[in-house]
């Protein structure tokens, strides 16, 4: 499979200078798109996404428009965007925030229009210092030009917009728990029922939680129809996607690519792309999308980025954050290190996650450094059984959000792809790697 | 109950169950008789799912899944498994994750022997931890208030002390902090968890995490022994489990009654019994001899208080005789004194109340409402002092209600209450003009008068009471809830406000309250004047008493007023105080001091020392709560228990062995002689407590209690199967008394001797409307005095330097400073600031406080509190007889 050509659509202006002013947004198609859907009928924007099929950028991969038509009817109801990507890795949202904030936020007027929302709210991860003020910046450019308050443009739709800067919990980037935070209270995942903010949201009013790169998508959509945004990328993988590569690469870094029709060899090795495995190594193995993920081996290379494909192999495309690692790379470290970030992250609700993941990581760790017993691999897989027992795909869960199931994802990978180089930890008493 | 068709059907462990739609599959599958394993459930607080133990196998169309039963609703047709393989591997994966990081310090854990964790990892955990890193580690034990302790490492972050501060007490002062494995409960910095309730989150705790200071380490729960009672330190009258180890009570737990206090209890009735080993205890009897109290026997100080009670008689009639308080006393002790004084001395001249309470024809006889129907009522009008101060459980029941907007609060108070910024009216009130104000409501909603036309306050409270109350016509929704809104007004204006709303809202209810104890016992069992037992009026049941008592008293006598007058005036010799304190309680210290000096002689009944006891010539101590039984009447009129469980503390009697022997000693005969004989007596005769069967007053099989009166309710006699999870640390049924068979019902209305019930019959009718006098001479005074001048109210506080409060150390701590309660303008004009020192004088006397700015208060009034510091806030009160007050506040 080549790599296609196609002008890119979310990433178009990242590379261009002071692509975050308003000015040069404007003199590059920016607000166009917004202008465009408002002189539309309202359902018919939505009606353009749902053809467009464009599944949301944060995770999940659930179909934008499917979730917009769930929103329940309200006289007060909310569109939230979710900008909180904090998972290790994961590097679209950063980039797209920084360097092209009219574009998400041109996104979500559109999305608010479409959805009848007179008031949204942007949630971004407060570590993106430079990333926030950029964007609050262009929210005050938006205000002023007119794109946002009373009377957008002379259309008679309002909006008004908040942004929120997370306080540095990952699990707030979970849909409930931001909605929770945004409320002012503790990031704690909501139980569900209800299951979905469309019905019980923010402040228990309907809501549309929606990714920031799936916003960013909405003024090419409008402008160029969902029927041209379908037509790139094959079946329920429409459309191009930012994806993250980093890892074991010669060119780390983020690319817009068709979906589903470029694979995981592509991706790492095509000169223009990842350009291949440092210093001429052989790969060992990769994570297709996230830490929570699980991994993937050299068989898998010639799979397409298509959300499908991936899931049907037992994994998942997730936010698009492709993590390449080479024949150097110790299996044990590395699914140590993510597990320590989950066991950092968890919000402390849930027994199992809560106590689980510590006691896994606590354990990754002993055998990493030397200190592991051979009953250790069965003990951290069964661990993980109890967070998601099976250890299936999709992933089973004892847990109230996904974050407990995706403590596993990485161990259980390693252990399956890699239980030699446990015993080898084991025996050895020290890593081998290191 | 819903119809039959309304059932939906689920399976149990293959075993088919008709649930209502919504209910919760933890309370199916146990109903099912499938007890499934949890921590963070409670069924008096919301579920949340956090813990993770109840996870069942539920049946979905995507293949069956492991679901939180205590969060998940059944639906119809759902197959519920609560023991298959991978609810088994989850139960016994959480409880291996809970104890990764709990201390297995059990042996020196209080919860040890009792705890749910202990338990359930018996039942359903693993049998060892694989776990061979370092536990996590925490500071501990960290005082987070007096009463409370807390331990981090034992915290299983169950949430349920958190959600418990928050969502029923309303005050989050508790909460998690941190994340993840680092997660543990803290308090605020520089704020303790100072909550009159904070002591329930140490009976919910399901491990050994939070502590209650006063019982750490002085039982392990195999030594306990256990019997159920009735706490006395308000008139709410919670159900407690008294418990004691080696012949002392060393705990009290809260009993989940549905009807009274669902399983909860206020700080003060939780630590209460350790007032029983007060320093201050009165053990032997005593006399007086040169200025010294100076111990006698038994026989000694009766013979004495006999023959100072028979010469006064014969000297200066029976009218030289008085008698106050009983409050304190059981039911069964008020009777047998009301017969002492009334048949045996022939005196009237009784008055449980110290005049600081409300009258008792407007308690007796209004249509009572119970603590259910305040909490089943669409609307609720609380008129007087703040709930939390007074019947801080009833405040626990309705507040969670009132804050999810179940009940709609219309609020008549002095200053800013605990209820106050969840009511949706709050209008202000000035002694003296709730008449007035209760009046331009009922205009307003007449639509006859604009909206608090010419009353002269914020109209808008008005116009949002008249939008909540909305009709007149019936009110079988609406629930008064009353008392007095200052300790030192007399009550004539209440009487008026309550009179008015009484005759305007048709089938309304009406809950009187009374902050002290056995109040409503005392004044059912006729210590009260013009009262005989059994909620009559001396009028009414004169004739009859004085067939069955053999002698009444020849007229009506003083209430505490007329009586501490007619003593400073030498017209009574004798003054009996059966267990009350009328130098700090009567609103006019003055008064009651030059009574108390003035008087011949004082017998002085009671279980602690208290100010008056400095003014006793004879003592006849009494025993304490625990030490005695009897029965209870709350402010709903429910009757329940109050149990033995320890022997008496030195040579203290009942009450009503004292009573017994008194009389006999003055060559009389009560006509019984054991606690039974009066309980039959009492269901014999007193009219509202007729048909009462004595055996069933005073046992325990009926968990809710008896309304009265009696013969007009029917009572379910039936035992609640204990839920470990919710009576923690309440020892098990067998303990409680044998359980009963299910579906058993009784009519405790039937007396054992129907023919002698018909006998009695209903010839005497209960004490109604039309015996509430209106008393004409004082008027409620509303004029102002001075231009400087402010008028003064008082209110009370949960702890304050009462007796008992005084009498525990750990409750000294809890008596607040003086606070002085004025509107932000009023004192703006007088050049004082929020927080500032000032100091209030009355004719005579000064006190100072520290100022609170309270929009609620009168910009023409200062509200301060009632005997909480050296300085008496009484001293202000030249003469009770006025009602109004009025004090300078200055810098």
Known sequence: MAVTTFDPIVSRRLRIPNSHTLEVYLANGGYVGLRKALSMNPEDVAAEVMTASLLGRGGAGFPAGRKWAMLKNDLVKYLVINGDESEPATFKDHELVEKDPHQI????????????????????????????????????????????GRDIFGSGFSLDMVIHPGAGAYICGEETALLESLEGKRGYPRIKPPFFPAVIGLYGKPTVVNNMETVSNLPWIVLNGGAAFAALGEGSSAGTRLFALSGH???????????????????IEHPELGGGIRKGRSLKA????????????PNEMDMPLSQDAVAQAGSMLGSGSVVVMDETTCPVRAAWRITKFFSRESCGQCTPCREGSGWIERTMRRIEFGAGRMEDI????????????????????????????????????????????????????????? | MPEAADKISVTVDGKEVKADPGELIIEVAERAGAFVPRFCYHPRMKPVGMCRMCLVEVSSPRGPSLQPACFVSVADGMEISTESESVQKAQSGVLEYLLLNHPLDCPVCDKGGECPLQDQTLAYGPGESRQVEEKRHFAKPIPISTLVELDRERCIQCARCTRFANEIAGEALIDFFGRGEDTEVAIFPGKPFDSYFAGNTVQICPVGALTATPYRFKARPWDLEQVESTCTLCSVGCRVAVQSSANEVVRHLGIDIDSVNHSWLCDKGRFGYLAMRSETRLLEPSLRESGELVEVSWSDALEKAAALISEAKLAHGPQAIGFLGGARLTNESAYAWAKVAKAVVATDNTDAQLGDGIPAELVLSLPRATIGDACRAKKVIVIGEDLKEIAPVLFLRLRPLIAEGKIDLVEFSTHETSLSNLAKASIPLVPGELGTRVRALIDSIKGTKDAGEGIGIDIQEIKNATQTLGSLENNPDLVVIYSNSSAIENTEDLKAGILALEESFKNAKFMPVLKRSNIFGALDMGLSPNLLPGRVTFGAAKEYYKKQWGSVPEKSGMGTLEMLHAAAESKIKVLVLLGCDPIADFPDAKLAKEALSKV???????????????????????????EREGSFTNLEGRISRISKKVSASGSSWPDWAIAIELADALGDDLGFGSLDDIA????????????????????????????????????????????????????????????????????????????????????????????????TTSKPETAASGAKSLRLVVTRKLFDRGTHVDSSLFFRDLVPEQEVRIHPETASSLG????????????????????????????????????????????????????????????
């Not at chain 1, 430079?130 to 450019?141: I, M």
């Not at chain 2, 003014?615 to 006849?620: G, Q, S």
């Not at chain 2, 009166?709 to 409680?736: F, N, W, Y």
């Open chain 1, 105 to 148: 936020i041109e996104g979500t007027i559109i999305a608010a229009y479409a959805l009848g929302v007179t008031q949204a709210f942007i949630f971004c991860r407060g570590e993106f210092a430079l990333g926030f003020e950029r964007l609050q910046s262009a929210l005050n450019e938006a205000y002023e030009y007119g794109a946002l």
């Open chain 1, 249 to 267: 690469v010669n060119r780390p870094g983020w690319y817009e690519i068709e979906m589903a029709k470029t694979t995981f060899k592509d991706l």
């Open chain 1, 286 to 297: 990769f994570i297709p999308g996230g830490v929570s993920a699980p991994w993937f081996g």
């Open chain 1, 378 to 434: 069965d003990l951290v897989l069964d661990a993980c059984d109890n967070i998601s027992p099976g250890l299936s795909w999709p992933p089973k869960q004892t847990t109230i959000c996904v974050l407990g199931p995706s403590i596993p994802s990485s161990v259980n990978s390693a252990i399956t792809m890699f239980r030699d180089d446990f015993i080898s930890h084991i025996k050895d008493g020290k890593c081998n790697y290191a």
């Open chain 2, 600 to 626: 011949d002689s004082v017998i002085f009944v009671d279980s602690l020392a208290n100010t008056s006891l400095d003014y006793a010539d004879i003592v006849l101590a009494a025993s304490m709560d625990s």
């Open chain 2, 680 to 775: 039959k007596e009492i269901a014999r005769l007193a009219p509202a407590y007729q048909g009462l069967r004595s055996t069933l007053s005073l046992n325990s099989e009926v968990d809710e209690g008896i309304l009265l009166p009696v013969k007009a309710t029917k009572v379910e006699l039936k035992r609640k199967q204990g839920d470990p999870m919710v009576h923690l640390g309440l020892i098990s049924v067998e303990h409680q008394g044998a359980p009963l068979k299910s579906g058993a019902s009784n009519e405790p209305g039937v007396y054992s001797d129907e023919k002698q019930q018909q006998d009695i019959g209903s010839t005497i009718s209960l004490i109604s409307k039309s015996d509430i006098k209106s008393d």
């Open chain 2, 832 to 891: 004082i600031s929020s927080g500032e020192k000032v100091s209030i004088s009355g004719e005579t006397c000064k006190v100072s406080g520290q100022v609170i700015l309270d929009n609620r208060v009168d910009q023409s009034g200062v509200v301060l509190i009632w005997n909480v510091s050296e300085e008496d806030v009484r001293s202000l009160v030249s003469n009770s007889e006025k009602s109004a007050h009025w004090v300078e506040v200055e810098s």
